[in-house]
């Protein structure tokens, strides 16, 4: 009886765990906030790209022009894309995730998955995470 007990409570928290990174509805304001910062690197506008980040990105470069000098060096897909696709919208460990399919100018595809964070009722990017993905055609 208590390994039958055991592997309910072991199915309840797997299917719970499904269940939290399913897709969420689409969600323009979220999109747009990824996509005006993609935006503002291919302008290098710096001030606007900084903006869209949240406090703790903010407090972590201080400046655009570092964050922007982070980014160049760290991100060129998401300086300079050739083409940015939108995926979906997940919900895991109680964070929001925006999944973006990135092509860089060379052909490489990436997921980028962006952290997103509600900050005074607006959202703002909290983190990114960078995928290779190789024979991704986007």
Known sequence: MRKILI????????????????ALTPNPQIQGIIQGQIDAFQSDDFVTAFGFASPGIRGTFRTPENFGAMVQQGYPMVWRPQDVRFGPLREIDGGLWQQVL?????????????????????????????????????
């Open 7 to 22: 592997g309910l409570a072991m199915a309840a928290a797997l299917a719970g765990a499904v269940r939290a990174q399913d």
């Open 102 to 138: 990135i092509q860089d100018t060379g052909g490489q595809s990436y997921i980028v998955e962006y952290r997103m964070e509600q900050v005074d009722g607006a959202w703002r990017i909290s983190g990114v995470q960078v995928i290779p993905a190789p024979g991704l055609s986007t």
